[in-house]
């Protein structure tokens, strides 16, 4: 089965910049659509960024856009979430899937079938 690994996470501080990672094992995620979210003590998980399989096209929260990228890279079977001129707001849960009922639109959970274990980013101000 699909098994979803994150890295990455840590304490940064406000205007710093950290690198989340997400790497597949069992399959070849260059196959599927891929999603970051968050999520932070009792709000509901929250959309961040998406990418299309090939990568070629790319979508972001309002929130944070220009702040974030979702690069992808298939040769080494992984997608990251590069942030910067991160704020304390971006504390949180960060968890990358895999996007597979394209009945619900990008930004819902229900629609992603596969999650990582989550890593924490926490930004001091």
């Known amino acids: 089965q699909v098994q979803l690994v994150e890295s990455g996470g840590g304490l940064v501080q406000a205007g710093g910049s950290l690198r989340l990672s997400c790497a597949a094992s069992?399959?070849?995620?260059?196959?599927?659509?891929m999603g970051w979210f968050r999520q932070t003590p009792g709000k509901e998980r929250e959309f961040v960024a998406g990418?299309?399989?090939?990568?070629?096209?790319?979508y972001y929260a309002d929130s944070v856009k220009g702040r974030f990228t979702i690069p992808r890279d298939n040769a080494k079977n992984t997608v990251a979430l590069q942030m910067s001129s991160l704020k304390p707001a971006d504390t949180a849960v960060y968890y990358c899937?895999?996007?597979?009922?394209?009945?619900?639109?990008?930004?819902?959970?229900?629609?992603?079938?596969?999650w990582g274990q989550g890593t924490q980013v926490t930004v001091s101000s």
């Open positions: 069992g399959r070849t995620l260059s196959s599927y659509r």
């Open positions: 990418i299309s399989s090939s990568g070629a096209l790319t």
């Open positions: 899937a895999i996007r597979a009922d394209l009945r619900w639109p990008r930004d819902r959970e229900e629609g992603y079938a596969y």
